[in-house]
């Protein structure tokens, strides 16, 4: 029998305390942002929230031109080699304002085929595109060197700033205005904060600009900066096409969805996934090790165990959730969101085998998916939208694209360790529970949804339990690992395995 690959306990106790850290600060200020989100949208209405979805739209795909993906390269390089991190930060500033000036000539250019409204607000938000390269500089820095307290602190204090500025604007009647000069202020104090933190742990930008630093930097990442570019393309590329086909309004209707949907990645797949980044890295090494693989099996599979229950509530159960939310004007939101939600499902596992290329340096590869994906996008979302002339057009689109591009990463996907059929019986069972879980809903729905919810996600939780979805070797890392984090033991109180805690 194959010996069990196993995390070292020192390396378990920082994965778990690099999680706890990220998901504490996550559920605080992502949570608060999408809470202030839900506020926003009713607040401002449906034309004004589909100009904020779009002008959100063209700012993400130029970030992606400002920020060129170096901080993944970054993290990854100065995760291995500290001491390099100072001729990193310099490389990164002389490459990214470059860059950024660029985006931001580009962003401006193409909203000239939107409304005199559209145009005014795209300049005026593109100023954070170098406000925040400065910022995420900082923060990559210090994510590289694990410093996930500090980096949380910043982030909670940051949420809570532009949130509060922004009420304070809105109160006085400067409408979207407002909102981006807050945004713009909260985001000035961020950089300055984690630039700041950096160099009280001794690191300084190192000057002359070093090209044997920086040209590798901008080679390694211009793969990926242009995968990220397609992926960001496509997945607003709903809303960019909705408002030059439906008008803003549409887009209003399609960016409450979208949200929701971004929180639900941001909360439960990107913390997770940044926080054993580095670790990752390190058990890659030369690609010979089996842990690396281990790890990317076992995240897809937990990813699919927690996004499911998830797309199956948000989809059944739109309706109910966000008419209370949002209103009746945003009534059309409903249709829009139960499908869109399994793009989240998706895209949450995604993103482990594309982190997991990622630091197999397989950025080409990712390259020509994600292309594959925007063509295919751009394609359903012509042919829909004027045919259904529909926002709901939009969603399926993004739905049919995202299902390519994962199904593309798994299928190309190799690394020791790695074996997709040893979770590929528990992934038939959990989609087999949570079909049972989809019938008992839907019968429950109508009845009361909150009972359908309840007694759908109870199911659920006893079929995972008890239906052989993970095997004893997984609930034993679970087991481990939950006892190195904090508060750990006060839960190993009532959960008890015959497990041996050696970390």
Do not use: C
Not at 36 to 53: D, E, R, S
Not at 59 to 86: C, H, N, T, W, Y
Not at 351 to 367: A, P
Not at 412 to 429: E, L
């Amino acid at each position: 029998m194959t010996e069990q690959p196993t995390l070292t306990g020192s390396d378990a106790k920082r994965a778990a305390r690099n999680v706890t850290a990220l998901m504490i600060a996550s559920l605080i200020s992502k949570g608060a942002l999408f809470i202030w989100q839900l506020i926003l949208a009713p607040w401002l209405g449906t034309f004004a929230y589909g100009i904020y979805g779009t002008v959100g739209a063209l700012i993400a795909v130029s970030g992606s031109i400002s920020s060129f993906s170096m901080g993944l390269i970054v993290i990854r390089d100065v995760a291995r080699e500290p001491q390099k991190a100072g001729k990193y930060w310099s490389a990164l500033m002389v490459l990214q304002i470059v860059l950024a000036l660029i985006a931001y000539v580009a962003m401006n250019g193409f909203a000239l085929g939107y409304s005199e409204t559209v145009r005014a607000f795209t300049a005026l938000a593109g100023i954070n595109l170098f406000i925040d390269l400065f910022g995420n500089m900082g923060y990559d820095l210090l994510i590289a060197r694990e410093e996930m307290l500090k980096t949380s602190i910043v982030e909670i204090v940051h949420i809570i700033i532009r949130i509060g500025l922004s009420i304070f604007a809105l109160s006085l009647g400067w409408g979207l205005l407002g909102v981006y000069i807050a945004s713009m202020v909260s985001g000035l104090g961020r950089a300055v904060v984690l630039m700041w933190l950096n160099w009280q742990l001794g690191v300084r930008p190192q000057f002359p600009f070093d090209r044997s630093i920086g040209i590798p930097l901008l080679v390694n990442s211009a793969p990926l900066a242009l995968s990220a570019f397609l992926s960001l393309a496509y997945q607003h590329a709903d809303k960019l096409m909705t408002t030059g086909i439906l008008g803003e309004e549409g887009t209003g209707y399609l960016t409450v969805a979208f949200v929701i949907n971004f929180g639900v990645i941001e909360l439960f797949s990107t913390t997770i996934l940044v926080a054993v980044y580095p670790l990752m890295s390190r058990y890659y090494g030369d690609g010979k090790g089996a842990m690396f693989g281990f790890m990317v099996e076992k995240l897809a599979l937990y990813m699919l165990m927690i996004s499911l229950p998830m797309a199956l509530t948000i989809s059944i159960f739109s309706e109910d959730i966000t008419t209370p939310l949002f209103g009746l004007d945003f009534a059309p939101t409903a249709g829009i969101l139960s499908i869109l939600i399994w793009y989240t499902m998706v895209t949450m596992v995604g993103n482990v085998f594309s982190k997991g290329m990622l630091i197999q340096n397989r950025q080409r590869l990712l390259l020509i998916f994600r292309a594959s994906g925007l063509v295919l996008n751009i394609v359903m979302n012509t042919i829909l939208l004027f045919g259904w002339r529909d926002a709901r057009g939009a969603a399926v689109a993004s739905v049919i694209a995202e299902i390519l591009v994962v199904a593309l990463m798994i299928w190309n996907f190799q690394a020791v360790g790695w074996d997709w059929g040893k979770i590929a019986p528990s992934m038939v069972r959990l989609l087999g529970i949570g079909a049972g879980v989809a019938v008992i809903m839907l019968v429950l729905r109508d009845v009361n949804f909150i009972v359908g919810m309840i007694v759908g996600l109870g199911v659920y939780t006893i079929g995972v339990l008890f239906g052989n979805v993970l095997s004893a070797n997984d609930w034993d890392l679970l087991y481990r690992l939950i006892s190195t984090m904090p508060g750990g033991m006060l839960i190993l109180r009532y959960w008890k395995r015959d497990v041996e805690l050696h970390w």
